[in-house]
């Protein structure tokens, strides 16, 4: 007999004794199975409600993702539709017109309440949406509408605002050293 062999025989031997002894106790164990299969069928069914609950819900948030999804894009058409016919069919922030996409002034997460503001929307290529969002002072000092969408800023969103002020000043000390540095002019 193989050493395989052997160790099935022996699981088989543990599976027998164990068979006999249930056949041996069932009077006494069958109480306290039923009991226990009560139990653990009580579990079950709750577990069963709770993730109906949690599903119910996220039908709940996803129909309501679904219809802001839904004005969104109905938003987004307008504003193409109204950038086509006024000939404004670019980037709003640098004037290029490849690979365009909505952006939002006040951010989405941050300004829910703003998310379908058509004044918060802009027509930006990937590379300005991804300056604004990342906050890449560099690029975005020299947006064509950067004054338009401050503006927007100010009039919704205090803190939002002067984080931009904020990150821009510094842009523009950073800027102004580095050309004295180059000038040789020591700072006072």
């Not at 129909?63 to 950038?83: G, H, N, V």
């Not at 703003?114 to 690029?139: P, S």
């Not at 503006?151 to 969103?157: A, M, S």
Request: some cysteine; charged content about 30%; glycine content about 2%.
């Amino acid at each position: 007999m193989t050493e395989k062999q052997e160790k099935l025989q022996k699981v088989n031997n543990e599976i027998l004794e164990l068979l006999d002894y249930f056949h041996e106790n069932f009077d006494e164990e069958m109480p306290i199975i039923q009991r226990d299969l009560k139990s653990i069928s009580n579990q079950v069914i709750e577990l069963i409600g709770k993730e109906i609950k949690k599903k119910n819900m996220i039908n709940q948030i996803s129909s309501k993702e679904t219809k802001l999804r839904r004005e969104l894009t109905k938003i987004y058409a307008e504003i193409d539709q109204k950038a086509w016919d006024e000939e404004r069919w670019h980037c709003w922030s640098c004037g290029k017109s490849q690979s365009l996409t909505h952006s939002h002034a006040c951010s989405r997460g941050q300004n829910k309440e703003l998310m379908l503001d058509k004044d918060n929307i802009f027509l930006q290529c990937i590379e300005c949406h991804e300056a604004w969002e990342n906050r890449i002072w560099n690029k975005i000092v020299n947006f064509k509408n950067l004054k338009e969408m401050l503006f927007y800023v100010l009039k919704h969103n205090d803190k939002q605002f002067w984080e931009l002020i904020d990150g821009i000043t510094i842009f523009y000390e950073r800027e102004l050293n580095s050309i004295k540095e180059s000038l040789n002019i020591n700072p006072e």
